[in-house]
């Protein structure tokens, strides 16, 4: 690998981190990255990409867990329900992954990354604010919900190694959860996702350890710098800049 590819890397790395943590999907970044810009098969993009998004995820928890975001209602609860259902998901997705042909690796999450960031959009521009519609759900068809949501963040993340919060955001997001809510309870998660998508990655030697060390301490340090604005942005202005984020991405991933 060249100094240029690995100064860009690192560059792109950073920015992704201060995405994971900002909007929530900025891992994808690292992940599409590692695609377009390295020779490394499929699996070893999602293997390697899972590995850095262990980190950053248990940074990216420990700085919300710090401002008080997992105190809101049911935050908690989200948590540990999207990361247990997750475990299970990402297992499935990793495995999975191993059967895809090499073209298809970003087809299966654009159309949902479009879908989704465009709907998102579309409430803030007709004045759609978030509910707490999760808060008036009866309890035990909130945790099925979460766990289904779960289990299928868990495949999507596992199979494409993108950590988890590129979906888990958005969905929470639009079924009312505050952003930051959102964002720090996605970073719980994506440490459960990443974590058993790494085991399975490492058992049929698909983790790059230097590209993960390359991307992954930027990663680290970028983690820190989007906590830091997520605390100095209108979050009505971070959904709105999820959204246009994930419209823009998804054409990226079919290229």
């Known amino acids: 690998m060249s100094a240029e590819l690995a100064v860009l890397l690192a560059v792109i790395a950073l920015l992704a981190g201060i995405g994971i943590t900002a909007i929530g999907p900025g891992g994808i970044f690292v992940t599409v990255a590692l695609f377009t810009l390295t020779p490394i098969s499929a699996p070893e993009v999602a293997g390697t990409a899972s590995a850095t998004f262990i980190a950053t995820g ?34 499935v997705g990793s495995r999975a992954n191993l059967l895809l042909p090499e073209r298809v ?20 521009a007709v ?31 596992g199979m494409l190694g993108v950590g988890g919060p590129v979906v888990a955001v958005p969905i929470l997001v639009v079924l009312g959860v ?20 790494t085991v399975g990655y490492v058992a049929v030697d698909a983790v ?12 680290l340090v970028g983690v820190l710098l989007g906590w830091l604005v997520a605390q100095r942005v209108d979050p009505e202005r ?13 054409p990226v991933l079919v290229l």
Not at 238 to 250: D, E, M, N, S
């Open 58 to 91: 248990l940074l990216g928890s420990a700085v919300y867990l710090r401002s008080g975001e997992f105190a809101y209602g049911h935050a908690r609860e989200l948590a540990l329900l999207l990361s247990a259902t997750s475990i299970a998901g990402a297992l």
């Open 127 to 157: 004045g759609l604010k978030p509910s707490d519609r999760l808060e008036e759900v009866p309890d035990r068809q909130r945790r099925l919900l979460i766990g289904t949501i779960g289990f299928g963040i868990g495949v999507l993340g």
């Open 178 to 197: 505050p952003m930051l809510v959102a964002v720090a309870v996605a970073q719980v998660q994506s440490v459960f996702i990443s974590g058993f998508a």
């Open 208 to 219: 790059s350890f230097p590209l993960v060390l390359l991307v992954g301490v930027p990663q």
């Open 238 to 250: 971070l959904r709105v800049l999820l959204g246009a984020v994930l419209v823009l991405v998804a």
């Open 105 to 124: 690796f970003g087809y299966l999450l654009a159309a949902f990354v479009a879908s989704v960031g465009g709907l998102i959009v579309y409430r803030e």
